[in-house]
């Protein structure tokens, strides 16, 4: 099955590469990620196009690190960031600010990152009562998302059509702006790719045993702790 999505992986990437305005043979789009000078392909490849592949790849090894940390350490496959309001929580932060404040660049990402780690803190207190339990704290977050979801369409529709486009385009994403110096931002940083990897493994191996908080604290680790410590990772 890895094999299998790995290829396709590829597959779908090396067809990226070939489709623009005019499509690419896939010989050239090779000869060109070789370092061969291939005439109109060259540039296409390198400049344009190569950039935004990995930019996708590597935003999305980051959701995936995101996805998997949360679903190890709740013991839930529905847990996941886009689920249980923490993406909500940054996006309603994002569209506040573009549409009532005007915010954007660097400040806007920033904005976004307190308000999903505020919203986690938030879901993670609502849901605490004697403990955590993967349930629970599931379906908080689902209702703290819904909320926020209403906070979004609040703000769209009370403010400007070009804010509100800015906004849509924030939410929505894009990779037509993505060229070689964004790729280094966009990529999960090593020590976050790491810590995620080596949390969601280690700490999932007390609860090996029970799918339940108290079995996994009665084996002596502290679970609360490794929540904390990986929430949220990427």
Do not use: K
């Not at 000078?37 to 190569?50: D, I, P």
């Not at 190890?72 to 600010?97: E, F, K, Q, Y």
């Not at 986690?120 to 977050?141: E, N």
């Amino acid at each position: 099955m890895i094999a299998a999505l790995l290829l396709a992986l590829v597959g779908v990437a090396l067809l990226s590469l070939c489709l623009g305005e005019r499509w690419d043979s896939p010989v050239d789009v090779v000869r060109a990620l070789l370092g061969q000078q291939v005439a109109g392909v060259s540039f296409n490849v390198t400049v344009l196009r190569l950039p935004r592949v990995l930019t996708a790849l590597l935003t999305g090894v980051a959701f995936g690190l995101g996805g998997a940390v949360f679903q190890t350490m709740l013991r839930n496959p529905l847990a996941s960031p886009d689920i249980i309001g923490i993406s909500a929580g940054s996006s309603a932060v994002a569209v506040v600010a573009i549409t009532m404040f005007g915010v954007s660049g660097a400040a806007l990402s920033v904005l976004a990152v307190l308000g999903g780690l505020l919203v986690a803190a938030a879901i993670y207190a609502l849901s605490w009562q004697r403990g955590v339990h993967g349930a629970r704290l599931v379906l908080t977050g689902i209702a703290v998302g819904a909320m926020l979801d209403s906070v979004i369409s609040y703000a769209l529709t009370r403010t400007q059509v070009y804010q509100a486009t800015e906004a849509l385009r924030w939410l929505t994403g894009s990779l037509n702006s993505a060229f070689w110096d964004g790729v280094g931002p966009s990529r999960p940083r090593p020590p976050c790719w790491s810590r995620s990897c080596w949390s969601s493994r280690v700490a999932s191996r007390p609860c090996s045993s029970a799918t339940t908080r108290r079995p996994a604290s009665a084996s002596g680790p502290t679970v609360h702790g490794w929540r904390c410590w990986s929430w949220p990772s990427p």
